[in-house]
């Protein structure tokens, strides 16, 4: 079978860790069901100043359908740690637990919870690889695009961003979701037919250079490929830019108002000294409607540069380096234990540790822009706007956590994004520019937590 | 629906970028459909010496399983470029193509032809982005196991090495391909339950933090797990790491035979101190047996600057820096037209050219040590071994590209890395220790075609 390897409902169960159905069968043995406080959070950035919170939708529909199937149990009876009686009662195993999370698209930083997942032990314990899974990573690419985005309109301009990323993704999930988290960080399109089927996303694309190569002459390319699109962009630098572009303009002149050619691309040489060649022979040619794309090996920093030096492109393609956040392909997240049976837990270790008991986090704003945030316990009176939110109840999604439209959580993305300091947004932000802080409660919460551990430390040892 | 977005057979021709889409258009309505060549090759590495061939399984079912259903074709009448006519002819769309491959697990170098696709030039086209998608990622995973692989064992010592990135890999696809890829690349066992039944793969895991966590006491939980697997491993760096292993050493003692702790795992600190440290307390104790594991943001480096400075680890857990190969996460590969109607193609872009027509790659030996590479063309005599295997003809498999199981690819995988010199072998190694040279007949080819090239431009400019 050519995909069944893929996550489907009849196995989705067993996208866990092994440690996780081992811990649960423990948790069934010891009767220990008590609810339980986990939390999803990025311990520090790194090359990042601001997060976007993404991929809560797919956690939700992993929680809500989580169930062992025969498939599942068949596999799971055929591993050593698993005894007859807990694979029956895993047959009946449903999540019944209460999620409170930051709605996707917002602005997060450390140590903030983006989902805190509240049930019985094992049922918050099995939630864990999945939800690290999918949040980890569209965060990581929802933050890597929107620095993309931020760099293409550093100066206000609107220039087009689209996502040509797919052929160097890891695998088919990380192409679609990716274009689904490149899409909330507010690219306009994707090159991925998947992607847009799925999410409805706009889909883009141009030409290759094997198309220019298989034809007996470049222009006899251009020439096929636009009397078939009449508003293509043409790709240019197959054998020599200028000379493509000349080629275009040759064309357009022989065609009239049958081809209007919306653009041309490069995607390889000095895209900056290209582009404003292009841009003089186009506009001499009275083109000057006729745009600009780049391509090839793009991010934030080269795109920043090419702005930088003035060149006048108007549009970017940008592939592996977005689609894999290939300078930093994974984010510190953790999924921790905060509490258990109504008692607030922690890790001592001092470069691990988290925070204990279930949290709200505060945004504070000053004249209407968000400045500070606060991390306080679930129920104290701070101001500002809270971020976490009660998206299910008892295994059933909450209104908060009913799916919305991604051009709804998109739109969510760029209005949270506009009020934080513009400087923060700069690839070359300074991530001192935001304080993220404590709560008294919380800060009192922290220090009784270690206080209690360390006394039962000193009595265990006694 | 949960998990619509999932490659499935129904959508799966989708998994393409848009142009190739609007190509296989453009070449339809021109009627091009004479035989293309495509190679699929890594341009330059960064970082590696050698590539661990992976991901051609998948390749071949995606070819062979390629049809529009209806789903697709109806989405793709939402989309301006598509014509009724082509969205008819496209109903019965198949791969009707030859594709020549390196076998999966063969170590390969860069400008080798990993695969070469030989189909009407619409088909072969198409094909480019599932088949880079998953060879790029596969590959890429392999590569960096590979090395970490050869790390854990640079003494000849045979170390465990587990897989542990689920967590944090680029989604679900990407998590079980990973693992898949790993496997072959020589790891022993992953702790990802979906690819262990999806690829019969050894599952393995520990304890978190959070079992720990959520006892009254630290051995209390080590008691309780014990007491259900006898053999497990217990991860003793909740609170106190040394501390820890002294209950661990505790509850053999008080349990008697009934305990038999396979070994420990050590997840923060200094690893090296805390591994002698833990040894010389179990040797003390006469627990020689109990085996020392190390996780925590581990690759190849990380493990050699451990096993360089003595460290008595038995095995190593590895997460998110091989499950998204960290320092490279994506590889330079490139899908290029090398022929079409008999005639061999080329771009001249310096840093982009490639090398025109069919291709065999030829390994050469000296006393059983793979010293040599030599890119030939396809029908040429040369010595030594060829790697390129005819996987497909006619959009069907040959008997070379039946499935083979995972564990065949695995041991050609280990046979095949034995064979190279064994400093190239080392994370420090010089690329320049193994030689990669084009034949001459090859040689020749490349200057006929950049000449017939420039031929046609000087024809086409005057």
Same mark, same amino acid.
């Given at each position: 079978m050519p995909f069944d390897d893929q996550l489907r409902p009849d196995t989705s169960a067993l996208y866990t860790d092994l440690y996780q159905l081992t811990m649960l069968q423990a948790y069934w043995r010891e009767d220990m069901d008590e609810p339980a406080v986990f939390d999803l959070f990025v311990r520090r950035l790194k090359d990042r100043h601001y997060l976007v919170?993404?991929?809560?939708?797919?956690?939700?529909?992993f929680l809500e359908t989580l169930s062992f199937s025969e498939a599942a149990l068949d596999y799971l009876a055929t591993q050593d740690p698993f005894e007859p009686a807990f694979l029956d009662w895993l047959a009946d195993f449903e999540f019944t637990g209460d999620v409170y999370a930051v709605p996707e698209g917002t602005p997060v930083f450390p140590d903030e919870?983006?989902?805190?997942?509240?049930?019985?032990?094992?049922?918050?314990?099995?939630?864990?690889?999945?939800?690290?899974?999918?949040?980890?990573?569209?965060?990581?690419?929802?933050?890597?695009?929107?620095?993309?985005?931020?760099?293409?309109?550093? +100066?206000?301009? %609107?220039?087009?961003?689209?996502?040509?990323?797919?052929?160097?993704?890891? *695998?088919?999930?990380?192409? #679609?979701? !990716?274009?689904?988290?490149?899409?909330?960080?507010g690219i306009d399109a994707t090159s991925n037919v998947a992607a847009g089927q799925a999410y409805d996303l706009p889909v883009t694309g141009t030409m290759a250079h094997s198309y220019v190569e298989a034809h007996d002459s470049e222009v006899e390319a251009f020439r096929a490929f636009s009397a078939l699109y009449p508003e293509t962009i043409l790709l240019v630098d197959?054998? +020599?830019?200028? %000379?493509?572009?000349?080629?275009?303009?040759?064309?357009?002149?022989?065609? *009239?108002?049958?081809?209007? #050619?919306? !653009?041309?691309?490069?995607?390889s040489g000095d895209l900056a000294e290209l582009a404003r060649s292009s841009r003089t022979l186009l506009d001499e040619a009275g083109l000057a409607?006729?745009?600009?794309?780049?391509?090839?090996?793009?991010?934030?920093?080269?795109?920043?540069?090419?702005l930088d030096r003035g060149a006048p492109i108007d549009g970017f393609g940008v592939g592996t380096r977005m689609g894999t956040s290939a300078d930093q392909p994974a984010l510190d997240t953790a999924y921790k234990l905060s509490g258990y049976a109504g008692t607030p837990r922690m890790k001592l270790a001092p470069e691990k540790s988290n925070l204990p008991g279930r949290k709200q986090v505060v945004r504070q704003y000053e004249d209407g822009t968000a400045v500070r945030d606060v991390i306080a316990t679930e129920d104290e009176q701070t101001n500002g706007a809270p971020l976490l939110e009660r998206v299910m109840a008892?295994?059933?999604?909450?209104?908060?956590?009913?799916?919305?439209?991604?051009?709804?959580?998109?739109?969510?993305?760029?209005?949270?994004?506009?009020?934080?300091?513009?400087?923060?947004?700069?690839?070359?932000?300074?991530?001192?520019?935001?304080d993220v802080v404590l709560s008294d409660a919380l800060e009192k919460r922290v220090a009784d937590t270690r206080d209690a551990l360390a006394e039962t430390m000193a009595a265990e040892a006694a």
């Open positions: 919170a993404c991929g809560l939708e797919q956690a939700l529909e919870p983006l989902v805190e997942v509240v049930a019985p032990i094992g049922e918050a314990q099995l939630a864990e690889t999945f939800l690290l899974n999918q949040i980890t990573f569209q965060t990581t690419i929802a933050s890597k695009a929107s620095r993309i985005v931020e760099a293409a309109q550093l +100066d206000g301009e %609107d220039r087009i961003v689209a996502d040509f990323g797919m052929r160097r993704t890891h *695998g088919t999930d990380a192409a #679609v979701k !990716g274009a689904r988290a490149a899409y909330v960080a197959t054998y +020599d830019t200028l %000379d493509g572009v000349r080629k275009v303009i040759d064309l357009m002149n022989e065609t *009239g108002d049958e081809v209007q #050619v919306r !653009g041309i691309r490069l995607d409607d006729v745009m600009i794309f780049a391509s090839g090996g793009l991010d934030e920093h080269t795109i920043a540069d090419l008892d295994g059933k999604r909450t209104e908060a956590g009913a799916p919305r439209p991604l051009s709804a959580i998109r739109e969510h993305a760029a209005a949270r994004l506009d009020e934080l300091p513009s400087r923060l947004r700069a690839p070359t932000a300074n991530p001192e520019d935001y």
